[in-house]
């Protein structure tokens, strides 16, 4: 339908969506008018949307399938109201559904170590492995920023990198010195196979941008070098990152601006990770525990 289309093409080009996130909205719209049989979306109802979510329920569908999929349809019909196309939101009806917040997994000192010693660091792309997964549990960038780094977004001297998040926002985050050291080493190793001139700073074995998907394969592939019995991603280390901080003594609020996230409640999940390392701290050390 053409208001989908326009929609659509709203998130991609001024909302600048992922393309995973664009793939996941076409899916939602096209389930729900499937349920609907392609009403007009001037005439759908709080009611219809009602409808909806008991279907989704009786299908089986998990809280967080179901959540993203009520998400889809706020925006979506929110974009209507400031088309002009409907003057009333069925939507403004619908309460959100509670979700229960999954603890991520995050790795172990010892796994991280484990991890990062298992890549030998021979060729130019063993060294790019390595300047990957030092990057991300050095700063605890998203692969979505990842893979979208150019060289010149990296200071050495300063020892600080520029990353672009979500809605495009700027922020600075300080790069360890190993995995500066191994990100010099890669850049170096790479000039000499003639891509010295790409501005992308990683990138894959034909010259072009690395792909999230490729990130993905290289984490595992190492993960599974080292005896990790988890079922590890990028995010695993970004998760990683952020334990490992409030370990050592980080402040939330600063934890929170490392990771980018725009509200402070989004990293308090940390919190029960470190707490739950606190009680067994307790639990072993006080006399009366």
């Known amino acids: 339908m053409i208001e989908e289309e326009k929609f659509l093409k709203y998130l991609r080009i001024e909302r600048e969506f992922s393309y995973y996130t664009l793939k996941s909205y076409t899916e939602d719209l096209g389930i729900f008018n499937q349920f609907l049989n392609n009403k007009n979306p001037k005439e759908v109802t709080y009611l219809d949307i009602r409808r909806f979510i008991a279907y989704l329920r009786t299908k089986g569908d998990a809280k967080r399938t179901i959540s993203r999929r009520l998400s889809c349809l706020r925006s979506f019909f929110k ?27 995050f790795l172990s000192y010892q796994d991280v170590s484990h991890l990062l010693d298992k890549i030998e660091r021979g060729d130019c792309f063993t060294i790019r492995d390595a300047a990957i997964l030092e990057t991300v549990y050095s700063t605890g960038i998203r692969v979505s920023e990842l893979v979208n780094l150019n060289t010149a977004d990296i200071d050495f001297i300063s020892g600080v990198l520029k990353v672009y998040g979500k809605g495009k926002k700027e922020r ?18 790479r000039a000499l196979l003639g891509h010295g001139s790409k501005s992308a700073l990683f990138l894959n074995k034909r010259g072009g941008r690395i792909t999230e998907r490729s ?66 701290v307790y639990e072993k050390s006080h006399p009366r525990a």
């Open 79 to 105: 974009f209507l109201i400031r088309e002009g196309q409907i003057k009333k939101n069925p939507m403004l009806a619908i309460s959100g559904l509670k979700l229960d917040k999954p603890l991520p997994k």
């Open 172 to 189: 600075l985050l300080p790069v360890g010195g190993k995995a500066l050291k191994v990100v010099k080493l890669y850049l170096d190793k």
């Open 215 to 280: 990130i993905g394969r290289i984490i595992k592939k190492y993960a599974l070098k080292a005896g990790i019995n988890v079922d590890i991603s990028p995010h695993t280390l970004r998760h990683t990152f952020a334990t490992h901080l409030l370990d050592r003594g980080a402040d939330l609020r600063s934890v929170q601006e490392l990771l980018g996230h725009a509200s402070l409640s989004t990293t308090q999940i940390y919190t029960h990770l470190t707490l739950e390392g606190l009680k067994r």
